[in-house]
């Protein structure tokens, strides 16, 4: 499989399940986006757990979606780090 880099908003619920689903089937990367910073670093570390690609990267950041200067910012960072992004899924329970 190609490898991907994923771009996610949210680290409970369908977030984190995608996230996870991205790391386990060989993206490059994810980045991950959520309010809540505890969930955040546990979404990290269980897409790390079972990542597949030998370079897998992530970037996880606390942003509030509502605020879109923080948003087009990480996503900014997140292209520079992981040189491309193929996708973004945007599951924030707002
Ligand atoms: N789970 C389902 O079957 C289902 C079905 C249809 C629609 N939805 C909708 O999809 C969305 C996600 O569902 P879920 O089950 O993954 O919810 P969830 O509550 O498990 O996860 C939502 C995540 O969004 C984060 N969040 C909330 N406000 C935020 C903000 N302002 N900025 C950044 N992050 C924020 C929370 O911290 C949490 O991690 C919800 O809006 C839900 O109504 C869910």
Redesign the pocket.
Known sequence: MTPLTAAR?????????TAIAYAAANAAGVCL????GA??SE?EAMARTVATHPNFQTLARV?????EAAVDGVINDAARQFGRLDCAVN????
Not at 9 to 17: E, K, L, N, R
Not at 33 to 36: G, L, P, R
């Open positions: 908003i949210a680290a409970s619920g369908i977030g984190q399940a986006i959520d309010i809540n969930l955040l979404t942003v509030d979606v509502t605020d599951a924030a329970g707002v």
